[in-house]
């Protein structure tokens, strides 16, 4: 998958449904079910809540809106895999990491390691990616609260 | 853990269908061969380990994370950015 794609993903399709890792998601191998919650005023952020386990929870965000003109490779076997080698089929998001520092919050991405979700059967996986300049900037982005 | 010693040029094999030969070695960095069925998943494994680790420290408990209505915050300030 090469090419960017800003138009319309379907990322509004994937609110309150569950979302499968078959693998589980790496560091959490028993969470294979994830729901994709989000109040309207939180796009383009969303909540990832294990089904199996309700108390582990992730913020992401969706990439295209985290930094523009963002690209992404990822190999066509693995799309394949996913069931769809068409990008408009799949969203992408960054986990977000929220710290506390010194009475500040701070909000950063990690763009090496996005998540893939075909929207059209839910399949989702995180893939390691080489870091290309847009995937730089996307690290350099940071959130001060 | 099993350890096998192979000079560059052998190999070693995994069940009949894979095949792992030592191509060169350079100092701390051994280059790697690997021929396998096109459904085996082949990656290298330092990311992934990097992987896990990014996703323990992003985990978060719900109650911190809804008490704080951080997200939308959050997208308030990115919309402030723009």
Same mark, same amino acid.
């Given at each position: 998958m ?8 379907p /990322? ?6 569950? /979302? ?25 952020? %969303? ?15 969706? %990439? ?28 992408v998001?960054? /986990? ?32 390691v ?17 | ?11 070693i094999? +995994? ?16 280059? +790697? ?39 939308? $915050?959050?997208?308030?300030? $990115? $919309?402030?950015?723009?």
């Amino acid at each position: 998958m090469k090419n960017k794609h800003s138009e319309n993903l379907p /990322i509004e399709s994937l609110r309150n449904k569950v /979302i499968e890792f078959p693998n589980g998601l790496p560091g959490f191998p028993a969470n294979r079910e994830f729901i994709m919650a989000q109040k309207p005023e939180e796009r383009p952020f %969303a909540w990832m809540q294990s089904v199996s386990d309700p108390d582990l929870v992730f913020a992401v965000v969706d %990439a295209f809106a985290w930094v523009k003109d963002f690209m992404l490779e990822v190999e066509d076997s693995t799309l394949q895999e996913m069931g769809s080698i068409d990008p408009r089929d799949y969203a992408v998001y960054f /986990i977000v990491r929220i710290q506390e520092q010194d009475s500040r919050t701070t909000v950063k991405a990690k763009p090496n390691s996005p998540l893939l979700v075909n929207v059209r059967n839910r399949q989702a996986r995180q893939v390691v990616v080489p870091l290309n300049s847009s995937l730089e900037k996307a690290e350099a982005l940071c959130l001060q609260l | 853990m099993l350890v096998l010693s192979r000079k560059v040029g052998e190999s070693i094999k +995994l069940s009949d269908d894979i095949e792992i030969t030592v191509l060169a070695v350079d100092n701390q960095r051994v280059r +790697l061969g690997i021929r396998a069925p096109r459904h085996i998943d082949v990656r290298r494994s330092t990311p992934e380990i990097n992987v896990m680790e990014a996703n323990r420290e992003a985990a978060m408990h719900p109650q911190a994370a809804e008490s704080t209505s951080i997200l939308s $915050k959050a997208a308030s300030e $990115k $919309k402030k950015q723009e």
